[in-house]
């Protein structure tokens, strides 16, 4: 079974911090994504990657960062934390064409 | 840019009657749509997809329904029961574009009364 592991489930931080989001998958998939989930905006994609050291922006992706050094780890770096990036953060990856599967995502909250 | 639009935003059900949550996409290169639960504190699940070369697909009480003409389906769930209670989202993807991103709806929260 895929396992995607997100490092906190919840986090708070204060403004200005740069705040740091872990994800690891243990499936050896080459893609990976980061997600913020509003209430009735669903998921909206900030960043992805398809490969070590590749990124490519997605709908969402400015006052953020990301960094994939390893195939099984992708990192999302809130370089100054306001308070309008509070939310829930999600982390999926995927094989190819096969389905995303996600981890169970970290509520950040910024104060 | 890409969207998909999902509706109703909320639905309420009476046990064992059926449920339809509907999508429509805008990009027409999209040609696979995936549809996930999410249940209250937990990560989002794949429930059912279809790919653009069919028209439907089925699985158990749950039936998901493809119409690329008008850019348009839709998450069937026959015979609700309480367990079915949850947040659905669909998503479509352009699985030829090698990103194998997807564009998610807004969600809709499902909730089935005993």
């Known amino acids: 079974d895929v396992k995607v592991t997100q490092s906190s489930r919840y986090l708070v931080k204060r403004t200005g911090e740069k705040v740091f989001l872990e994800c690891v998958q243990d499936m050896d998939h080459e893609n990976m994504f980061w997600y913020r989930q509003d209430p009735g905006l669903g998921l909206r994609l900030i960043y992805f990657s398809y490969d070590v050291k590749m990124k490519e922006k997605g709908d969402i992706p400015e006052g953020y960062s990301v960094s994939r050094e390893k195939k099984e780890r992708f990192s999302l770096i809130l370089e100054s934390a306001s308070t309008s990036q509070t939310s829930m953060y999600l982390c999926?990856?995927?094989?190819?064409?096969?389905?995303?599967?996600f981890g169970d995502g970290t509520r950040l909250s910024i104060l | 840019g890409e969207n998909v639009e999902q509706h109703p935003s909320t639905l309420s059900v009476q046990e064992g009657d059926s449920a339809v949550i509907k999508c429509t996409y805008s990009d027409s290169a999209s040609n696979y749509f995936p549809w996930y639960k999410q249940e209250l504190g937990k990560r989002p699940q794949l429930i059912i997809d279809?790919?653009?070369?069919?028209g439907e697909k089925k699985d158990q009480r749950i039936a998901v329904t493809l119409n690329k003409t008008a850019k348009h389906f839709s998450l069937h769930i026959t015979e609700t029961q309480p367990e079915d209670s949850a947040v659905y989202f669909c998503a479509a993807s352009n699985q030829n574009s090698g990103t194998y991103k997807y564009i998610f709806g807004t969600g809709t929260r499902l909730k089935v009364l005993a």
């Open positions: 999926a990856s995927s094989l190819a064409a096969q389905p995303q599967h």
């Open positions: 279809i790919r653009s070369n069919v």
